[in-house]
T-cell receptor, first 114, second 112 residues
Framework: DQQVKQNSPSLSVQEGRISILNCDYTNSMFDYFLWYKKYPAEGPTFLISISSIKDKNEDGRFTVFLNKSAKHLSLHIVPSQPGDSAVYFCAAANSGGSNYKLTFGKGTLLTVNP | DTGVSQNPRHKITKRGQNVTFRCDPISEHNRLYWYRQTLGQGPEFLTYFQNEAQLEKSRLLSDRFSAERPKGSFSTLEIQRTEQGDSAMYLC??????????FGSGTRLTVV
């Protein structure tokens, strides 16, 4: 049972345009959400996170939106750059849990075309 | 501090052999995690240490797998009698109690 779902395996956008990556979750205990970027043969690199007490968090070109009622979050990248091309993983955690383990989606491959 | 370090980066082994991976976390982090990532999947949680205590193990961690974290510093993950299904990227991460997960670059295991 996939508790974190990224339904788009891939996304292609033009340089300078907006990239929107989506993520859905099913576990109501999740209250902390993270986005990671991963290049081949490297570990995931943290991008941005959001707590369930917020509905938006912004960091430079990256903004994460959280819709708790829909159990949906999205990552917006504006403007997209060719260096943003990578696999993006959505992850969720129960911050009140004792171990803070992350549950990941399957990832979305973003390709930004020059 | 150079972040989370994992060795080796790549390991090719024959089916049935034992392999051991090492993870050196960020020094001030007391939490250490192992994840496994297979092709087309996101990382999946395997096990978690707080200091030297192993506090949780996933059902993915069969009895052929064992992890240790002696003295609460580096950690090792051993796979005995490897199978082709064990081929994956093994990721280590560390965090402080307040969060701040940092992943290593992973060990790519290929079982032939």
């Amino acid at each position: 049972d996939q508790q974190v779902k990224q339904n788009s395996p891939s996304l292609s956008v033009q340089e300078g345009r907006i990239s929107i990556l989506n993520c859905d979750y099913t576990n109501s205990m999740f209250d902390y959400f993270l986005w990671y970027k991963k290049y081949p043969a490297e570990g995931p690199t943290f991008l941005i996170s959001i707590s369930s007490i917020k509905d938006k968090n912004e960091d430079g070109r990256f903004t994460v939106f959280l819709n708790k009622s829909a159990k949906h979050l999205s990552l917006h990248i504006v403007p997209s750059q060719p260096g943003d091309s990578a696999v993006y993983f959505c992850a969720a955690a129960n911050s009140g849990g004792s171990n803070y383990k992350l549950t990941f989606g399957k990832g979305t491959l973003l390709t930004v075309n020059p | 501090d150079t972040g989370v370090s994992q060795n080796p980066r790549h390991k090719i082994t024959k089916r049935g052999q034992n392999v051991t991976f090492r993870c050196d976390p960020i020094s001030e982090h007391n939490r250490l995690y192992w994840y496994r990532q297979t092709l087309g999947q996101g990382p999946e949680f395997l096990t978690y240490f707080q200091n030297e205590a192993q506090l949780e193990k996933s059902r993915l961690l069969s009895d052929r797998f064992s992890a240790e974290r002696p003295k609460g510093s580096f950690s090792t993950l051993e796979i005995q009698r490897t199978e082709q299904g064990d081929s994956a990227m093994y990721l280590c991460a560390s965090s402080s109690i307040r969060g701040g997960y940092t992943f290593g670059s992973g060990t790519r295991l290929t079982v032939v």
